[in-house]
């Protein structure tokens, strides 16, 4: 038997790195990552259908669906705690904190230079 490519195996890790990566971005990352796990759970029903065909490609599918999977358990602790510090302190708090915060790192900066 003839092993054929199977599609977007390097996709799925991507997605799911750049899905973790983008967790900073309030949780923006839960997108590359659902579509990582879209991606290798049709990965994984290709592979079921003829496994001999892709023994090559298994583990990189599978090592995709857990970089994805954690990718996505990130995002939502951090939508998760979002919403929390929202609720407990209140909006206007919690943007006068991010500012101050900002403001902070563009100091810190500018002093490295």
Same mark, same amino acid.
Do not use: H
């Given at each position: $038997?003839? @092993? ?11 997605? *799911?790195?750049?899905? $973790? ?5 309030? *949780?923006?990352? !839960?997108?590359? =990552?659902?579509?990582? /796990?879209?991606? =290798? %759970?049709?990965?994984?029903?290709? !592979? ?10 298994? =583990? @990189?599918?599978?090592?995709?669906? !857990? ?8 995002? /939502?602790?951090?939508?998760?705690? $979002? ?6 302190? *209140? +909006?206007?708090?919690?943007?006068? %904190?991010? %500012?101050?915060? +900002? ?11």
């Amino acid at each position: $038997m003839e @092993t054929q490519k199977l599609p977007n195996p390097v996709l799925i890790i991507v997605l *799911g790195v750049l899905g $973790m990566l983008c967790c900073c971005f309030a *949780g923006v990352g !839960i997108i590359p =990552s659902a579509i990582a /796990l879209n991606l =290798s %759970q049709k990965a994984e029903g290709i !592979i079921a259908e003829n496994p001999e065909n892709y023994i090559d490609k298994q =583990s @990189t599918v599978k090592a995709g669906k !857990i970089i994805a999977i954690a990718a996505i358990a990130l995002n /939502l602790y951090v939508l998760v705690k $979002m919403a929390f510090d929202i609720y407990s302190m *209140g +909006w206007d708090a919690y943007k006068m %904190q991010f %500012q101050e915060a +900002w403001e902070e790192a563009k100091r810190q900066a500018e002093a490295n230079q």
